[in-house]
């Protein structure tokens, strides 16, 4: 395929209003993403009517702000793509309604976008020469995945969280120590300055041959570290609690990935989604890496959270394997990543 292939994608799967133009799946031409947290931290999570209505607000302006941000009209454009799963009904419909009308107008082929992969294809836009198989960690506030990517649109499941996502169990804690939300940064932040020795919370690795993962009894355990230390009248350390849970979380996060990528003969660990930004986590995983000879790859923060280039990457590789949208799309809440 000679010819550049111009992507107009749209994601507003949650709180993040974003429209992103690229050239070719890798080259960003424009990525513009207006954020509700600061709307949503007074609730001290995502409201989803809240969400919809300011998606609704903002979808035209920021569209129009890509667009000349990236030098193109719409008759420049070759693709549509949008995010049409998994994420919140409401917000969901906005894109998914903005991105028919805009396909519908021009005449261009539309392609609805698993949010999920859209993590993974954040890597092919930071990392240009990056090219499947690898082992793929994916963390966010609602998923955690642990996969073998065997293509650009060819996945195998390996391993999933079976209660809370990764990032979920961060915002909840926070919560707990009274942490204003999103809460996975702050205890991030927090961490360095612990002892992530100082409480013995528990790493849940399940069964011996499983690549799954649970987080809600690491949850239940700070919980009750939290409510006997008050009990008892003991001060909280909020550090060492932020950090010996922070480590907690990421031992098993970066052993099973190591784990399943030394059984998969993998040399590459790619990590992808909200939670890959967390220091502890890069740290951590780049170490285990160097010690088993493992290239470890992730985004910058920016490609890390939720943002539309991630998704007019991964519409762009499902587009030139035929994988084409009808006008029917619809959004899919509960979307599964399949391969």
């Known amino acids: 395929m000679n010819e550049d292939i111009i992507t107009l994608a749209i994601e507003t799967s949650c709180d993040e209003t974003s429209c992103a133009v690229l050239r070719n799946g890798r080259e960003v031409l424009s990525n513009i993403i207006s954020s509700q947290i600061e709307i ?3 609730f001290g999570g995502v ?14 302006i920021i569209i129009q702000q890509a667009l000349e941000k990236a030098g193109v009209t719409f008759k420049d454009v070759d693709l549509v793509g949008v995010t049409q799963g998994p994420g919140l009904v409401g917000a969901l419909l906005v ?10 107008a021009l005449n261009r082929p539309l392609v609805g976008v698993n949010h999920i992969e859209g993590h993974v294809c954040a890597n092919y836009i930071e990392f240009k020469d990056l090219e499947p198989p690898f082992t793929c960690l994916i963390v966010s506030g609602g998923h955690t995945y642990l996969v073998q990517v065997e293509g650009y649109t060819k996945y195998e499941l390996v391993g ?9 169990a961060f915002d909840k804690v926070a919560r707990a120590l009274g942490l204003p939300y999103p809460g996975g940064p702050i205890i991030d932040k927090l961490a360095k300055e612990g002892n992530n020795l100082a409480i013995d919370f528990p790493r ?32 909280i350390i909020v550090e060492d609690v932020a950090a010996s849970f922070q480590q907690a979380v990421i031992e098993v996060l970066v052993e099973k990935s190591i784990k399943l990528a030394k059984e998969r003969k993998s040399h590459k660990i790619v990590m992808a989604g909200g939670v890959a930004a967390n220091e502890g986590l890069r740290n951590l995983m780049k170490n285990r890496g160097k010690e088993e000879g493992i290239e470890i790859y992730y985004p910058s923060r920016v490609l890390c959270t939720d943002n539309a280039a991630m998704i007019g990457s991964a519409a762009y590789f499902n587009y030139i394997n035929g994988n084409i949208s009808n006008f029917h799309l619809n959004v899919e809440p509960n979307l599964e990543l399949k391969g």
């Not at 894109?95 to 519908?104: L, P, V």
């Not at 999933?160 to 979920?168: F, L, Y």
């Open 160 to 168: 999933r969280t079976r209660d809370d996502a990764a990032g979920e």
């Open 95 to 104: 894109g998914i309604s903005s991105a028919k009308a805009i396909a519908y």
């Open 40 to 42: 949503h931290q007074k």
């Open 204 to 235: 849940v690795f399940l069964e011996p041959n499983s690549y799954d993962f649970s987080f809600s009894g690491l949850k239940t355990a700070v919980l009750n570290y939290l409510n006997q230390a008050k009990q008892k009248g003991e001060k």
């Open 47 to 60: 409201v989803p009517e809240v969400a919809s209505r300011k998606h609704i607000e903002n979808i035209n």
